[in-house]
């Protein structure tokens, strides 16, 4: 078993912008969607990075660079990378400029890592359906960031900073995790 996941990991973990990078250069259409403002599990009240409960943003993006969870970035914050682009979240949570795909990388707050409600699967259609290379740009209704409202069953473009509540604690994570097994 360690031997197949160390193969993994040296093989394909290690290899991602690689082998997206040939499947973009090959044609293939990609497009990555990242989900933050959680903490993963295991979790503490002071987890500090963003995530889906189950995997880190910097990861599923490919390199975000995020506030940590619970706080935004400091008013007067500059992206990473100096581009004609602002790929800085509305909520001034996420630098997207850090990524290694940023036009093709698509951040949704507060959704799950196992949950694909459907106002997220249509998102999903959206992108399997355009015709050609889809960025973070070609679609009126769906921008490069957006959250998920479970109460409201809702999937909208986020556009103001965050009111940030308290870091998740371990309370309200079992509930999360409680919520997901039934």
Known sequence: ?????????????????KLIQDAIDNGVSV??????????VPVGV???EQADITIDTRYTSIGATCAPVGETFPD???????????????DMMIDASTCKFPDNTWFVRDLRHQDFPPEYCKFIWA?????????????DNYSQFMAYDYKNKNLYNV?????VEENYSLIDIVGLIVDMVK
């Open 1 to 17: 078993m360690i031997e197949k996941i160390e193969l993994y990991h040296n093989n394909v973990q290690k290899n991602v912008p």
């Open 31 to 40: 497009s990555i969607l990242s989900a933050y403002g959680l903490t993963a």
């Open 46 to 48: 002071n987890a500090p």
């Open 76 to 90: 007067g914050y500059v992206q990473q990378v100096e581009c004609d682009v602002n790929y800085v979240s509305p």
């Open 127 to 139: 992108l399997c359906n355009y015709d050609g290379q889809s960025t973070v740009t070609s679609f």
């Open 159 to 163: 556009t103001g900073k965050a009111e």
